[in-house]
């Protein structure tokens, strides 16, 4: 199985490589903030790109009794040249990789089974605060810090009842730091939690419908999350205003899709079960362009990245 970068050229899009190697479904893409890797993830595991030259770079194996790869997020340090790359599985497990002091090298530091078992939906970072957020199909949230090595130090965990977490996200400064926010994969039920003990602070809203993927800018003051049942929501983050829908067509049935944002939030970018990617201007609302895939393939994953 392969994924397809596109370039821009002028506010259009064009097929700028095919990279190959999974042997499985792609279910997850993240790349690094600069642009230089992309982190794949799916049945048959992990790999990262180098995104300058088009190709794998060495990384350690993912066992197959971890389960597919479902959530990533990448971690940078000032103090430190390497990457980190904790990601979630399938079967519960979170795992470290390093790129062993920025020789493109990666290797694992540690793996850890924090449920037992459910997957690990989402992951999220937030830098000021040095914390990792994690939550798992079976309701359950996790807030960690990391030290110098990465390794994990709790900080709460904090049981949903009759709550399927499906994404997590720091949201805006509440005194010294970010809200923790959590999207529930039915019902639409949003939940924010604050402080070293997790209080939350209730369901702060309801989006009235079903979660599939969310991509915010804090600095933009916005949220978009994807609804399977007719495309991409975009809210206003401080009130929780819905703005408008980029509608999305179904051809086939209502599936998951990942969400993004691009060049500074002007455009929102969503995949489709009919192999294209819709590309919106997010004021506007206009499709700006759509990038052809495959119309037999169903297109989950979408990622969003700078030039290299």
Sequence with gaps: MGFLPFRNASKRYFLHAKLRG?????????????????ASGGTDGTKVWDLKNMRELESPKSPAIRGASTAFVWIKREDDLSEALPYGTQNGHLVCWKDGKGLAVFEESYCIRVVNPAEITDLAFDAPSNRLAVCHRGGVVQVYTL????SLQPVFTNQLNN???RAIAFGQMWGNERDIMVFGLYGGQVYTFRGNNGNTTGQTWNVGAHVGDIALDNRKNVLCMDDPSSGTNLYR??????????????????????????EECKFVVSGSDHGIVYVFDRRSGKIIDELRVDAREWVQTVAVSALV
């Design 22 to 38: 999974h042997s499985g479904g792609i279910v997850k893409l993240r790349p690094t903030e600069d642009g230089r890797l992309l």
């Design 147 to 150: 030290s110098a090595d990465m």
């Design 163 to 165: 709550f399927t977490p």
């Design 237 to 262: 983050l401080e009130d929780h205003t819905r703005v408008k829908t980029f509608l999305v067509p179904i051809t086939k049935q209502s599936r998951l899709r990942q969400v993004a944002l691009l």
